[in-house]
């Protein structure tokens, strides 16, 4: 379950994206957390939804872009780091909290506008309703 208040562009557990081989570089260095995920599969609470396309580890600002291929005609979402619930570095897996049907449902992805402060509270909005509204 997502602590409350929910944050939408935080890690839940930032150290799990540190404790790997293939790190980045330390968060008090750079700001950043994390390791690479672009290429990890994305398992929704309901199944498969995608791979990482894009990730974010800015500390306080974090995110993924998840190509969806086929399942939702290939749009890409953007999924706030606060919605990733675990990883598996060994099977190179994201496991999100939400359904599906939640992330499919989420404001369009726009590759023009998606770091606009505008863009980022419709998606941290839209996200923080979904765990008032239900919550995992």
């Not at 359904?99 to 992805?109: C, G, L």
């Amino acid at each position: 379950m997502q602590p409350t208040p929910f944050t939408p562009w935080a890690w839940r557990e930032p150290s799990a994206l540190g404790n790997d081989p293939v790190t980045v570089e330390s968060a008090e260095e750079t700001g950043r957390a994390g390791v690479d995920l672009v290429g990890y599969r994305v398992e929704a609470t309901d199944g498969h939804i995608g791979s990482i396309d894009k990730a974010s580890y800015d500390v306080g600002d974090a995110f993924l872009v998840v190509d969806t291929g086929p399942w939702i005609f290939g749009r890409k979402v953007l999924l706030p780091a606060g919605t990733v619930q675990t990883f598996d570095h060994t099977e190179r897996k994201v496991y999100v909290d939400r359904t599906k049907e939640q992330i499919k449902d989420s404001p369009e992805y726009d590759k023009e506008t998606f770091e606009t402060p505008e863009y980022r509270r419709q998606v941290g909005d839209y996200y923080t309703g979904s765990y008032r509204d239900f919550p995992y």
